[in-house]
């Protein structure tokens, strides 16, 4: 089984609210991925988590905050986003940090209004 | 230049057709190669991974690297509608980091 799963599907939020969007997989692996996808452009990394750690911020604004709060959940809070943080946010995973095959989930549509 | 180029197409090609996607690359440090499809608003899908030169098959596809020629290409036989999709090649140094992307071609089967 290779899969990831993300909730919601969908998301509207507003340039006050706060939302969280979760990830979750049970292949075992223990490096975690965010990419933030716009449209007709390759995904693009945000964070990286090796081992429930962050390893990797790609100069993300602090309006985007991770979580892993266990080696099989990766959680993005959102706070303050502006419409041009809407995209497809997707997260995936792979067995260890280095080199290996990652696997992706279907991603949350978020639209901020 | 960028470190992967892929041309972003669109490609149309008639069904039953070989397919023929590319991607080259800059940096020789790079050792892993992935090839995903993309189906509208949907995840990418991982098809093939290699990690040295040579050939690799599964079923109707075959991924084909040349590190001496930073070159990567994948291969769709008998070609189908549902084949139809973006793929996206994808490459890590082996590194702490995440995976490198072509801007990925937008494919398109006629049936």
């Known amino acids: 089984d290779t899969e990831v799963t993300q909730t919601p599907k969908h998301l509207v939020m507003g340039m006050t609210n706060k939302k969280s969007l979760k990830c979750e997989q049970h292949m075992g692996h223990r490096a975690m991925y965010w990419y933030k996808q716009k449209a007709k452009k390759p995904p693009e990394l945000m964070f990286v988590?090796?081992?429930?750690?962050?390893?990797i911020n790609e100069s993300v604004p602090s309006r985007f905050s991770p979580e892993c709060p266990n080696s099989s959940l990766l959680n993005l809070h959102l706070h303050a986003l502006q419409p041009e943080d809407s995209a497809l946010y997707l997260c995936?995973?792979?067995?260890?940090?280095?080199?290996?095959?990652?696997?992706f989930g279907p991603g949350t549509r978020l639209t901020v209004t | 230049q960028k470190e992967v180029e892929q041309d972003p197409g669109p490609l149309s090609v008639p069904e039953g057709a070989i397919v023929s996607l590319n991607c080259t690359y800059s940096n020789s440090a790079f050792q892993y190669f992935m090839w995903y499809r993309q189906y509208s608003r949907k995840g990418p899908e991982l098809l093939m991974y290699t990690y040295s030169s040579g050939n690799k098959e599964d079923g109707r596809f075959t991924a084909q690297v040349d590190k001496s020629s930073k070159y990567i290409s994948l291969f769709i036989r008998d070609s189908q509608p549902s084949d139809s999709a973006t793929y996206l090649c994808?490459?890590?140094?082996?590194?702490?980091?995440?995976?490198?992307f072509g801007k990925g071609t937008h494919l398109i089967i006629q049936p």
């Open positions: 988590y090796s081992y429930e750690k962050l390893s």
């Open positions: 994808a490459i890590s140094g082996g590194g702490a980091d995440g995976l490198t």
């Open positions: 995936a995973s792979s067995q260890v940090l280095q080199g290996d095959e990652q696997y």
